[in-house]
């Protein structure tokens, strides 16, 4: 099997509608979503108003990219038609495609849409949903067809596992502070040929002047070794090295576990989106969302309950990882126990210290060139 298609095995959300759920620990997703609206309202009213073609269009197409399940989806989609209303951009149709991989849960994201969407609203406002499986590492449309795409927390998923790493990164999991430089410069090459070819790709597939809205995870500085950005996978990489010593887990699959995903910085990004060509960048904006950024409290803001917000996280980061774990690791690995630890470091050992742990954020806003 490719690095590639095991990449499509593994990488997806938690399905269903439980306790464990992507749908049901998505809480913070649906903060950067808030977060990001600003851009995504300016975006569509500059192209509105000075794309006039998109105008005469009769049927507007967008796509949201790795839509994942569960209701944050729905509030990109509604917030988007509630702003074409506000501008009086009438299309008599608009298609709505809602992509992610193959083994995404399809069934409930459309139960979700049923739930909220009643059908005749749906036929009088000219509005048309329709699932989309495939990576966005692939085309996805013909030729000049697409007027829009919107992705939230997805593009900082890479198409596989970076090339070469075998066991080099040890303990680590993931891009840290103690990493060799290898390993540093293996997800950075991986991160250029993916976001270079997601790029590309849409280029192909969008008419001149449309528009992308993209917010990932990034980093703060430009060397990875100086600061770790990503202490959420860290502590994680502590978690499973810990069972490891008890014996419960492998040495061997835990040096061969990386996550493939990569945190860019600003130069990084703007570097790729300028040498490759398709698209100009047209706003650009950083902010920081709290891990625990999705906590509901009726206590006074300053009360923090680091076992809460510990939870909160753990469950926020299975609904994540859990489908990679349980794949690499199999039957040995019990992500009930992984989670239940992996909070309790949580709680003892960072939130307490550091309660503006948070993930920093990007959200660009970019023009297909003509």
């Not at 469950?315 to 199999?330: D, K, W, Y």
Request: aromatic fraction near 12%; hydrophobic fraction near 35%; charge should be negative.
């Amino acid at each position: 099997m490719s690095e590639t298609m095991e990449f499509k095995k593994l990488v997806g959300m938690n399905a269903g509608d439980d306790r464990t759920s992507y749908a049901n620990n998505s809480g913070l997703q649906r903060v950067v979503v808030s977060k990001t609206r600003f851009i995504l309202d300016e975006t569509l009213k500059d192209m509105i108003e000075n794309e006039e073609y998109f105008l005469a269009e009769r049927c507007f197409k967008m796509v949201d990219l790795g839509c994942a399940s569960g209701p944050n989806t729905l509030l990109v989609v509604s917030h988007i038609m509630q702003t074409f209303q506000d501008l009086r951009a009438r299309f008599q149709e608009i298609w709505i495609f809602l992509n992610d991989l193959p083994g995404n849960d399809f069934n409930s994201l459309f139960k979700w849409v049923q739930s909220r969407y009643d059908e005749k609203v749906i036929e009088r406002s000219g509005c048309c949903i329709y699932g989309l499986p495939g990576s966005f590492y692939h085309r996805l449309f013909p030729n000049k067809t697409l007027h829009f795409a919107y992705s939230s927390y997805s593009v900082h998923w890479l198409s596989q596992v970076p090339e070469g790493l075998g066991k080099q990164n040890k303990e680590n999991i993931f891009m840290a502070t103690t990493s060799p430089r290898e390993v540093f410069e293996a997800y950075g090459k991986q991160y250029q040929r993916d976001f270079s070819k997601f790029l590309s790709l849409r280029g192909e597939e969008m008419v001149s002047g449309g528009r992308m809205v993209l917010s990932f995870v990034g980093r703060t500085v430009e060397d990875p070794s100086s600061i770790d950005d990503n202490a959420y996978f860290t502590i994680l990489a502590q978690t499973l090295h810990e069972m490891v010593v008890e014996g419960i887990i492998k040495k061997d699959d835990l040096y061969s576990f990386n996550v493939p995903m990569y945190t860019p910085c600003q130069r990084e990004v703007e570097a790729i989106i300028m040498n490759e060509g398709s698209f100009e960048l047209w706003k650009k904006d950083v902010f920081r969302v709290r891990w625990d950024a999705h906590r509901n409290s009726t206590h006074d803001p300053s009360f923090f309950d680091e076992k809460q917000s510990a939870n909160l996280v753990a469950n926020c980061v299975r609904a994540v990882t859990e489908p990679m774990l349980a794949s690499h690791f199999g039957s040995c690995i019990n992500c009930d126990v992984v989670f239940e630890r992996y909070a309790k470091k949580l709680a003892a050992e960072h939130l307490l210290k550091q309660q503006k742990s948070s993930y920093y954020t990007m959200v660009i806003s970019l023009r297909r060139n003509n």
